[in-house]
């Protein structure tokens, strides 16, 4: 496919992998935010092709990743209600709270659908006036013009009976909770670039400069990450700390000014807490109060529930980078895609899951 | 969950703002967008889905600048090659 393809050039890749292999003349630890990013690099095995000195550190950017438990426990006691259909994203379905996951709840006798997008939802409730469907709504920036649109539109058509659990989480926050942390190794960062394309990059600048620490928009393909980490490298060898867009065919600097419009209109930031992470000050968005109607946990009069105990998932280390998957004592034992400890081994863009799927044979076979 | 692929826009329809829509082709197979975000997608453009809404138009000349930049690297680095294995 056009846009695609061309990414994928083999030619290409060592053509990059050999000037980052003579960039780097120090050691580097570099982040890459997104979780499609990671998924990538590690799908291809990029970070095989990289010279020693240069470590790729995987982020936090899988929205179901962070998405808390008591919120997941919220969506699936709202699920074993009669006459309510919870719809969310496939992912979303698989991540257990404190006890049980979505799809267990559908088992259950639960009305769990799954959707592709949000407009689905109210899809659903138009042609189902009977039932009460709540649109679980978890993402990042890049989903949430999609999840202000489907409020807009249920307003418009006059639907009671749509409304939202809202666990919308914000990039550059965690990017200086990450930075701002006493054990922090990141000294780049390669930017998600669809967030950038919804969002811009006016909010990097500021960061960039108060940590010293090179941001630069990258994309999603083989020959986009390997791009964006060069430019990412040679800043970090001149001693800048600036950001840079190595995402320019999608990515504008003021992003998408119609779709920011909107999410402006529906939503408004807040505090929020993130699975492994803890609360981050501004990191989340919530519903403005002319949009309260929508709100699902105040429409079931639903209150927080209590704060589960951590589990045995170490996803906190991974989502900063401090771990890698392999040195968690339950990787690929006790926890497995099948059987998910903690959110990262169960969507596909969480750094376990990645490593689950396309390093278990290596490995095995390294040690043979 | 950030994923965003992008597609051929073969049509458009609807006038309102919030409710315009279009025709995507992801290698043949077709589907129904929202262009609420993208207002200014003509037939014809690359656009970059994400759960069912257009969230940028696919700038073909940057994407043709980013080509020439790393084809003339790629250049750069066989000549280097050369220059580096042939007898003096």
């Known amino acids: 496919m056009k846009f695609i393809d061309e990414y994928r050039d083999s ?152 409304s939202m659990v809202v666990s919308h989480v914000l990039v550059p926050p965690a990017m200086r909770a990450i930075l701002g942390s006493p054990d922090n190794l990141v000294q780049g960062f390669l930017a998600a670039g669809h967030v950038c394309a919804v969002m811009g990059t006016g909010e990097y600048g500021p960061i960039a400069r108060e940590f010293g620490a090179p941001i630069v928009v990258t994309g999603f393909e083989p020959v986009d990450i390997l791009e964006g980490l060069l430019r990412c490298l040679r800043q970090l060898e001149a001693g800048r700390a600036e950001v840079e867009n190595a995402y320019a065919r999608v990515v504008r600097p003021e992003g998408n000014k119609a779709a920011r419009a909107i999410v402006g209109e529906v939503f408004e930031v807040v505090d929020r807490d993130w699975r492994g992470l803890g609360s981050i000050p501004g990191s989340g968005l919530a519903l403005r109060q002319e949009f309260a109607d929508y709100d699902a946990p105040r429409r079931f009069g639903l209150h927080a529930p209590p704060k589960a105990p951590p589990g045995e998932c170490i996803s906190g280390q991974i989502l900063r980078g401090l771990k890698k998957p392999f040195e968690c004592p339950a990787f690929g034992t006790r926890c497995t895609p099948e059987h998910p400890l903690g959110a990262p081994m169960v969507s596909s863009e969480g750094a376990c899951a990645a490593y689950h799927r396309y390093r278990l044979r290596s490995r095995s076979e390294t040690a043979a | 969950m950030c994923l965003a692929v992008p597609g051929k826009l073969l049509s458009t329809q609807g006038e309102d703002p919030l409710e315009r829509s279009g025709r995507v082709s992801f290698g043949g197979v077709i589907k129904e967008v929202s262009l609420a975000c993208t207002p200014e997608a003509r037939p014809g453009d690359y656009v970059l889905v994400h759960v069912g809404v257009a969230i940028s138009i696919v700038d073909a000349e940057e994407a043709e600048e980013t080509f020439r930049y790393l084809r003339a690297m790629g250049e750069l680095e066989g000549l280097g090659a050369e220059t580096a294995t042939s007898p003096p």
């Not at chain 1, 580097?28 to 590690?42: F, K, L, P």
């Not at chain 1, 899988?62 to 997941?72: D, K, Q, R």
């Not at chain 1, 042609?127 to 469907?133: A, I, T, Y």
């Not at chain 1, 949430?144 to 807009?152: C, I």
Request: with cysteine.
């Open chain 1, 11 to 162: 030619a290409l890749v060592r053509t990059l992998a050999g000037a980052i292999a003579r960039t780097a003349k120090r050691p580097w630890t570099v982040m890459e935010i997104c979780g499609g990013q990671t998924h990538a690099i590690v799908k291809f095995g990029l970070d095989e092709l990289l010279p020693p000195a240069v470590t790729l550190v995987h982020g936090p950017g899988c929205p179901v990743c962070v998405t808390s438990a008591e919120m997941i426990d919220q969506a699936i006691a709202l699920s074993l209600r009669p006459g309510v259909t919870l719809c969310s994203f496939g992912d979303m379905l698989r991540v257990p709270g404190s006890g049980i996951d979505l799809l267990t709840a559908k088992a259950r006798g639960g009305d769990v659908r799954m959707v592709y997008s949000p407009l689905d939802a109210v899809r659903l409730a138009r042609e189902h006036p009977g039932r009460e469907v709540v649109f679980f709504a978890v993402g990042f920036e890049t989903t949430a013009p999609a999840n202000a649109m489907a409020v807009l539109r249920a307003r418009r058509e006059g639907l009671p009976n749509f």
